[in-house]
């Protein structure tokens, strides 16, 4: 699953934070749109609960897209473009936090407007 989450969405190099996160998260969103991949996440987070073995295959997946979306929050600060105090990592939560609450609760749809809006807003939070 990991793999195919890196191959879909890579690591997106605009040269502006606000830029990354949104290709980032229209690519992220638009893998989701796969049918098969949003059964087989469900299938795996349910299976998490009951099964260790399947608990360490969705803990190394997102750890692995935890780690994809850091990056991009350290390249912004290589470039001086994260504010004092910000916080990569809860960033990195919040993030993955909107994108799990929409795809397992489907209240709101995940579509390029939703990574837009995301990102502007992740981004107003690092953003010196």
């Avoid at 690591?11 to 991949?37: E, I, K, N, V």
């Avoid at 969705?58 to 929050?73: K, N, P, Q």
């Avoid at 504010?83 to 993955?96: K, M, N, T």
């Amino acid at each position: 699953m990991a793999d195919t989450a890196t191959a879909a969405v890579g690591l997106p190099d605009t040269g502006a934070l606000t830029g990354d996160l949104a290709a980032f998260f229209r690519a992220s969103f638009a893998a989701l749109r796969d049918r098969g991949m949003v059964r087989l996440l469900g299938e795996v987070v349910t299976g998490a609960q009951r099964e260790p073995a399947v608990a360490a295959v969705l803990g190394d997946f997102t750890a692995r897209r935890r780690a994809a979306l850091l990056e991009l929050f350290r390249r912004a600060g290589e470039r001086g473009e994260l504010r004092a105090g910000a916080d990569p990592a809860l960033l990195v939560e919040l993030g993955y936090g909107f994108l799990w609450y929409r795809l397992l609760v489907g209240h709101a749809p995940l579509d390029d407007a939703a990574a837009d809006t995301l990102a502007d807003h992740l981004a107003a939070a690092a953003l010196a």
